[in-house]
């Protein structure tokens, strides 16, 4: 088992930059792929990005390529959504997860955080 603690969110204007961190609690986190999902009203709850294991391979979605990086520290149980250059379509709740595996999709994930809201105007 594996508690997870998302942070960071809050409210930025289009252009700016959040990080989110995600703190985990439990099982070892280096054994655990993670995920970073969002949800915004009335949409389901889509991958943003994931990182292997190791942190040595990452998947991003397209719409976040090239201004979102995913990162984690293992001795620190923690991973990191860095997120510039913000776009009002990128407001959702952000969530965190822990897979056993490294997968792109939501049912895969075992575990979850209680999200944390990011809202971009413009």
């Known amino acids: 088992q594996v508690q997870l603690v998302e942070s960071g969110g809050g409210l930025v204007q289009a252009g700016g930059s959040l990080r989110l961190s995600c703190a985990a609690s439990g099982r070892t986190f280096s054994s655990y792929a993670m995920g970073w999902f969002r949800q915004a009203p009335g949409k389901e709850r889509d991958i943003v990005a994931s990182i292997t294991q190791s942190g040595y391979s990452t998947y991003y979605t397209d719409s976040v390529k090239g201004r979102f990086t995913i990162s984690r520290d293992n001795a620190k149980n923690t991973v990191y959504l860095q997120m510039n250059s913000l776009k009002p379509e990128d407001t959702a709740v952000y969530y965190c997860?822990?897979?056993?595996?490294?997968?792109?999709?939501?049912?895969?994930?075992?575990?979850w955080g209680q999200g944390t809201q990011v809202t971009v105007s413009s």
């Open positions: 997860a822990a897979a056993d595996h490294f997968m792109v999709v939501a049912g895969a994930y075992n575990y």
